[in-house]
């Protein structure tokens, strides 16, 4: 008697009619909004550099696929132009474009096709190369181009430091909250995006409305934003109920880095997040926790990118010791 063999696919098994492909698509349109903003603000160097992100990847992954592995090119599936368009949103608009090109190389030829291509890779490929880039060119990678209140065009020669840089280079120069205040954009500036900062770092408002898009759509479960976002709301309200003139205060943390970027876009990959709801929020309080104390007492003035790549690491674990019920298992019934 002949069998058939069992084939076992890659990540993300979704129980719908939709493919990787829609849910591909359906995460770039939720990204569009902060795009035209990041393009708003930052002018055409913006543009620049997310077609430099989106060519390289797509490149990669082809050229890779096709000469190296000699396996099927998978080029159209959408994952190499979102992970073009998420890589972008992780620099800054003045970033050399061959540094965006070695970003994109690590991206899709280390982060992704060396653990077997896309529902294989462990890791987020985007936030690899951005924390790749981080740390081997660390002068160019934080020299965020500044907006201008009343005056958002940005000149790519003038160039500071984020909010969170502003704190935290303050605060450990002996200075309160107080003081820093005057430096630092305020809340409405956060949330259109008139700040400098990342691509997709400042436009709060239009990252939150391509979120809420994802979770109407069912791409992504509440789950994960929410309780990352909370958590980090607490932690940080804690120590700013304690001591307002050295910490700042819950909302400038939502806000400004990319908190709330990496909480509905970065955290909710459905390859290198948990399967279970309970595994989420695991997931997610780990991830905000960890943002927050590199935030706070670590070197970096920002830690969501490093926070979600540990956590990553751990998504195998939860998903060991947080399984779902098997269908047909028994549940015991309590009786009243």
């Known amino acids: 008697m002949s069998t058939q063999p069992i084939i076992v696919s890659g990540s993300p098994h ?116 951005r924390v790749f880039l981080l740390v081997s060119f660390p002068v160019q990678m934080t020299m965020w181009p500044t907006a201008i209140e009343n005056n958002t065009t940005v000149i790519d020669a003038v160039t500071g430091a984020t909010s969170l840089g502003v704190i935290k280079e303050g605060l450990q120069y002996g200075e309160t909250m107080t003081e820093i205040s005057s430096r630092i954009p305020s809340t409405i500036s956060m949330l259109l995006g008139f700040t400098g900062g990342s691509l997709g770092e400042m436009p709060a408002l239009a990252l939150l409305l391509g979120g809420l898009y994802l979770i109407i759509r069912k791409v992504i479960s509440w789950h994960i934003p929410v309780v990352m976002l909370t958590t980090m709301a607490v932690m940080t309200g804690i120590f700013w109920f304690l001591d307002p003139q050295h910490y700042a205060n819950p909302i400038i943390h939502i806000l400004s880095g990319g908190a709330i970027l990496g909480a509905f876009y970065m955290a909710t990959d459905l390859v290198t997040s948990p399967m279970t709801k309970k595994g989420m929020v695991i997931f997610a309080i780990g991830i905000g926790v960890i943002t927050v104390v590199i935030r706070l007492f670590g070197a970096y003035p920002e830690g969501v990118s490093f926070a979600i790549l540990i956590m990553n690491a751990f998504v195998p674990l939860i998903n060991k010791y947080f399984k779902p019920r098997r269908f047909g298992s028994k549940i015991k019934a309590k009786i009243v």
């Not at 708003?40 to 592995?69: H, M, N, P």
């Not at 090119?73 to 050399?96: E, M, Y």
């Open 14 to 129: 979704v129980h719908s009619d939709r493919t990787s492909k829609k849910l591909m698509y359906d995460v770039i349109i939720a990204l569009l909004p902060a795009f035209l903003v990041s393009i708003y603000v930052f002018g055409i160097s913006a543009l620049i550099v997310t077609s430099v992100a989106i060519t390289s990847c797509i490149l990669f992954e082809y050229v890779i696929q096709k000469y190296l592995l000699k396996t099927s090119v998978t080029i159209t599936d959408g994952s190499a132009l979102l992970t073009g368009i998420l890589l972008a949103f992780n620099l800054p608009s003045n970033l050399p474009i061959w540094m965006v090109i070695v970003g994109g190389l690590v991206a899709i030829g280390i982060a992704k096709l060396s653990f077997g291509g896309l529902g294989f890779n462990i890791f987020n490929p985007a936030l690899v190369g």
